[in-house]
Every structure is written in structure tokens, then in C-alpha cells.
């Protein structure tokens, strides 16, 4: 076991989840959400999409496509694209501006500038949920034939969001993402400069309770002999 995780970084005890439906659904929602992480999102796109006749990582069309997806899935989602849900959600003056989630222990400007870490429980296992059917749906497509342009994963793009009654995305949205960007990084300016000075303030009231519990300076006594 401890070879497999050195190597593939899992390991999953397949006889006891097996008839234990409760860690299995929890294995399932962390899968989903690490399947949604965007790196791990479009890696899997550009593999199932590979296998299309035209594919062509440079292509207009393929940019084309790989940037409507995110938003497409988001806006299934919130009724919003990633720009849109920055603007409207980045907030200096909102607890930990608005996000509901980041990297390490301190939010970074690298943190408010993606859509994601806006979204709430609910609409993160929604999206997750999204990201996992339409996937393993392109997945099967491909597989079936039924898949082999880059016209026709537009298509089918429309088709699973169709089928499950979500919000079509028409168009690119009403904001663009350089737009989002300076938004999110000038709240963010707002909001490290407010941390900066309460972290300062914090800092000197710790110094003071400090010096308070010094011992007081002893007090000379009585004259030196001569």
C-alpha cells in the first residue's frame, strides 16, 4: 500500500468499501471535485477531444471551444460566466473578499482572480456533478463515434446541458476576463491593505500585553559605602 501511494498517490481499500455506500459517496464527491479542478478539467478535455478528426490545439476553433466550456458549465451553474461571477463577487470589504475557498493559508491575488473559489458548497457539488456527466458523456460519444469533429463537442455540449435542463450560455457573457481581472485585483489591493493593518495593530497590541508582563526594574537601595 505505501508503494502505491510513493507512486500513484492514492490508495483506495476496495473491501471495505465495497457495501459501505457512505464512505463510498464521500470517495466519490472528493473525486468529483478533484476531477473539476480546472488543470485536471482540461487535461481530461484535451484528451477525449484528441481523438477528434480536426483537432488542433492551435486551432481557432479548439480556443474557441476550451474557453466557451468553463463558462458554459458556470453559467449552467449560477447564471453567470467565471468574469461575471468575479465582478459580482469580489468584494474588499466582504470576510476573506468574498472567497470561499484558496490555496495555503493566506489568500493571494493568484486566489481572486478564479471563478471557482467564489462558489458555495452547493454550487461547487453542483458543478462537480456537471463536470463528471459531461465528461464520461463526450467520453462515450467519442468512443460510440458519435463524436468526431470539434463541431459536433459544441453540439454535444448544448445536447448534455439540454438534457438536464440547464441554462444555455448564448454568447461569451457580458463581461470579459481582463475586465474581471482588474476588478479582482483591485479589490484585492483594498483588501491586503486592511489585513496589512490589522496584522500591524495585532502585532504592536501582542508587543504591549508583552511588555506589560515584564517584571518591573528593581530599585536601588541605600547609598554606596565609600
Known amino acids: 500500500m505505501l508503494v502505491q501511494l510513493a507512486t500513484k498517490g492514492f490508495v483506495v481499500d476496495v473491501r471495505r468499501l465495497k457495501g459501505d455506500y457512505d464512505r463510498l459517496r464521500e470517495l466519490r ?44 458549465l458556470l453559467f449552467a451553474i449560477t447564471g453567470h460566466t467565471a468574469p461575471e461571477i468575479i465582478v459580482r463577487r469580489a468584494d474588499a470589504n466582504s470576510e476573506n473578499m468574498g472567497l470561499q475557498a484558496w490555496k495555503g493559508d493566506h489568500i493571494l491575488q493568484t486566489d481572486v482572480c478564479t471563478a471557482k473559489n467564489y462558489l458555495g458548497e452547493i ?44 441554462i444555455k450560455l448564448e454568447g461569451a457573457g457580458k463581461i470579459s476576463k481582463p475586465r474581471a481581472e482588474k476588478h479582482a485585483k483591485e479589490q484585492y489591493a483594498l483588501f491586503d491593505a486592511t489585513r496589512r493593518e490589522i496584522r500591524k495593530a495585532d502585532a504592536l497590541r501582542e508587543l504591549d500585553a508583552a511588555v506589560k508582563k515584564l517584571p518591573a526594574p528593581r530599585k536601588s537601595g541605600g547609598k554606596k559605602k565609600d
Request: aromatic letters at 10%; one cysteine or more; charged letters at 35%.
Open 29 to 72: 464527491e472528493l473525486i468529483r471535485d478533484i476531477r473539476s479542478d480546472e488543470a485536471n478539467l482540461y487535461a481530461e478535455l484535451r484528451r477525449i477531444l484528441s481523438m477528434c478528426s480536426d483537432y488542433d490545439p492551435s486551432s481557432k476553433t479548439c480556443i474557441a471551444f476550451f474557453a466557451k466550456f468553463q463558462n458554459a
Open 123 to 166: 454550487e461547487l457539488r453542483d458543478l462537480n456533478r456537471l463536470v463528471g456527466m459531461v465528461l464520461d458523456f463526450f467520453e462515450d460519444q467519442v468512443e460510440r463515434g458519435w463524436l468526431v469533429t470539434m463541431e459536433d463537442a459544441d453540439g454535444k455540449l448544448g445536447e448534455i446541458l439540454a438534457v438536464n435542463k440547464r
